[in-house]
């Protein structure tokens, strides 16, 4: 195992070479400059702000963003500042970029963690129940309901659930969006706690939706698959209760699936949905990282781009460990 380690960090560390190398080329060559991303939103300096300005003071600026020196040179300087964890200043908002992710990051934590918990919360027991209830009312019912909230974009949802259940033509039972009420630093511990999930309810409920419907129908599919095997008509033949066969011997196998797809929480604290944030008004990285494009924040996207790379290849290591714990038969040398 430790050999294991050591070699998928080794390509750990070559892969993150190769996405920064890849991003920061791209980036770079793509149409557009933060300067002209500043001419058209509005948020050039004075002297910019004139389509006009002196050809000597887009130099000057050229030179305070560090664009005027060769890509290559730019990009070595970059890679060994990010060895140290420096990705520098941001063009945008004109402080370090961990401190701008860091200031965005609890609002994808909240909603990715959350989103994560709760459909492997919900999502195991319903497929293994729909497992069990095989072809009766309450498994075709439920799959209806759960291939209908699939079918609607996460986007329409969204609009759907502020126009019935927040203030539109029906109910007002939760806010338009925003993550806490207005005047919350005088309420109490328990009172902050009750707004901040009454803030949440809706946007969680359009980042949860798909992956809980895809998460139940791999429960219930795998359930199904090990009932089907020798080991449980044995297991049957033995005077067996179903519920006994499967909570005891088919759910370890069926959940082998599942449980390596735990790995993937890291990843999921960014995995959020632009469009969401948008409708909902939360500054989260999404929002960020599609603001740091259109600005060309040349700083911020590359810091972005790093930290979920990272965060997606640590969680694939995590899911790889966790297939091995759940079935020791495998192994990695």
Not at 55 to 71: F, H, I, M, N, S
Request: glycine residues 8%; charged residues 15%; proline residues 4%.
């Amino acid at each position: 195992m430790g050999a294991y380690l050591k070699k998928r960090l080794f390509f750990m560390l070559i892969t993150l070479w190769g996405i920064s190398l890849l991003g920061f080329f791209l980036i770079n060559w793509a149409p557009g400059s933060p300067l002209e991303a500043a001419l058209r939103q509005g948020q050039a300096s004075a002297e910019l702000s004139d389509l006009s300005a002196s050809a000597a003071t887009r130099v000057a600026l050229e030179k305070q963003y560090g664009l005027d020196r060769p890509l290559v040179y730019r990009y070595a300087i970059w890679l060994k500042n990010f060895a140290t964890l420096d990705f520098g200043k941001s063009f945008s908002y004109q402080r370090p970029v961990l401190d701008v992710i860091s200031e965005k990051l609890p609002v994808s934590l909240q909603l990715g963690g959350m989103s994560f918990i709760l459909a492997y919360l919900f999502a195991i027991p319903l497929g293994i129940l729909m497992a069990m209830k095989r072809d009766q009312a309450l498994d075709t019912g439920v799959s209806v309901l759960l291939w209908s909230v699939y079918c609607v974009p996460p986007f329409m949802m969204a609009i759907l659930l502020l126009v019935f259940l927040a203030g539109g033509s029906f109910l007002d039972l939760f806010p338009l969006g925003g993550m806490v009420s207005d005047g919350i630093l005088s309420f109490s511990l328990g009172q902050k706690i009750l707004d901040r999930v009454w803030h949440l309810v809706l946007p969680l409920t359009c980042y949860t939706a798909g992956s809980f419907v895809s998460l139940t129908f791999v429960v219930r599919g795998a359930v199904l698959e090990e009932l089907k095997k020798d080991y449980m008509a044995t297991a049957r033949a033995k005077g067996l209760g179903e519920v006994r066969i499967v909570m005891k011997h088919a759910l370890r196998n069926a959940l082998i699936p599942v449980v390596t797809g735990l790995g993937s929480f890291l990843s999921a604290f960014f995995a959020g949905s632009l469009l969401i944030e948008t409708v909902f008004g939360l500054e989260g990285i999404g929002l960020m990282s599609y603001n740091a494009v259109l600005a060309r924040d040349y700083p911020l996207i590359m810091g972005s781009l790093m930290i979920q790379s990272l965060l997606f290849l640590v969680g694939n290591l995590l899911s790889d460990l966790l297939y091995r714990a759940v079935d020791p038969r495998v192994d990695f040398s």
